[in-house]
């Protein structure tokens, strides 16, 4: 897939997660300005951006490659079984593939990333089930 195949809606939250200067006529930008605002500037934003950052701070599916098989030798599903709370002042912090933002501070790890990050990272911790639910509620 490629961001020419996303709706307009959906491109204008990507264009607002990746903070993109969008040029527009009217008020609101048409599919063919999302675009170019996407693919322009020094550091253009990438379809594995998209699904590397976007997709996972969104808590959203991937779009469905239909042409895509599995097989079995595809690695098996990590059981994401414990939550983590980022505590550092970035707007945005990515490590192991999680990405912790100001507005998701809580993410679902593994128990072995778990583990590396809150070793390995300052301002990472472990949250309890009711704080997530408290935030998030």
């Known amino acids: 897939m490629a961001f020419k195949d996303l709706p307009a809606d959906e491109l204008k939250k ?14 609101e930008p048409t599919k063919k300005e999302l675009l170019a605002a996407l693919a322009s500037g020094d550091d253009p934003v990438t379809w594995e951006q998209y699904e590397e950052l976007y997709l996972k701070v969104e808590n ?6 239909e042409d895509e098989t599995v097989t079995d030798d595809d ?31 809580y993410r679902p790890v593994t128990d072995e990333d778990a583990d590396w990050i809150v070793t390995h990272e300052h301002g990472f911790r472990r949250a309890t089930t009711q704080e997530v639910a408290d935030y998030y509620s």
């Open 14 to 27: 990507v264009a607002e997660f990746f903070v993109v200067d969008v040029v527009s006529v009217k008020e």
């Open 60 to 65: 959203k599916p991937a779009p469905v490659v």
């Open 75 to 105: 690695e098996p599903v990590k059981e994401l079984s414990t939550v983590l709370k980022m505590e550092r002042p970035n707007g945005m912090f990515s490590i192991r593939g999680y990405v912790f933002t100001q507005e998701h501070p």
